[in-house]
């Protein structure tokens, strides 16, 4: 039997996006999830066109799970050296963690100079170079894809590593989170986070910017996972902190659980969460399933639970909190 195949075009991506300012950062920055995706990222766009003293970064953002700086600089040409010192500038005048290059086409010289950044920075910093294609079969509408073609080797820094390990407890911590990170993404979609660091807590995206779901060894020997609200404006996380605490009976039977609700007045941010007590890091060792176990289930709960209330949440902020009242 013979079976209708349809060829894939590549497509001149500035057919779509005629400029890379006006066009193409944007939509990059309101699809950010689409290159976090393949970079194993939760990124969260924090400024376009940021200055770096008399340039202009193209995206700033936030990888969620360690709060680290993000800068992305796109072309729609193929990489060049002025893009490359370009690059270099905002990462320093930014104090980048992650620096994303994305362009039609990566030059092999070019290729070559992001690995070699990769191979001579120490593990706090990782550098990508990203080929962004647009392609399409007959007549669909076309589909970007975003094809890295140089990533941070691990490898490559092993010896710098080694120079500056992480503690037994940070490395622990890893290990831990690490799992939690794998279970999370491969079994849940709930993240496109793939190596975890050697911290004690971690951020995920919920889709509203300003709102978050938390994993943190507290204090007092806890394992807490929270729904977090920090937008920039301290009377609309109240606002919504106190829309939620009018759902409380609701809320609480539906995650099964009384909650910690802690509105922080003397702080920016509130949180409500659920805790695991007398739960350290230490205690991995030997209850590793069973605490990685209750983290992701309580994750998610909070996420099914307050997720599709975040909305209603922000708009009830937004009306009870005039426009003129500072953050």
Known sequence: MDVALGTLEHIDPRTVWRTEAGAFTPWLAKNIDRLAEVLGLDLEVTETEG??????CDIVARDLTSSRP???ENQLEPTDHRHLGQLITYAAGLDAAV???VSREVREEHRQAIDWLNRHTDEGIEFFAVVVELVRIGDSVPAVLFRPVASPNAWGKATVEAKSAPSERSAAYQAF???VFDELRIKHAFTNAKVAQPQNWYSFKSGNTGFYYNATFAKGGKLRAELYIDTPNKAMNKAAFDYFLGLKGEVESEMGASLDWERLDNARASRISVVLPDTDIDDAAVRSDEMRSWLVGQL???KATFGPRIPAALASAKAAVPASVPT
């Open 70 to 72: 993000v800068i992305i």
């Open 177 to 179: 989170f690490q799992q």
């Open 99 to 101: 620096v994303v290059w």
């Open 51 to 56: 200055a770096v003293g008399d340039f202009a």
């Open 300 to 302: 998610l709960k909070i």
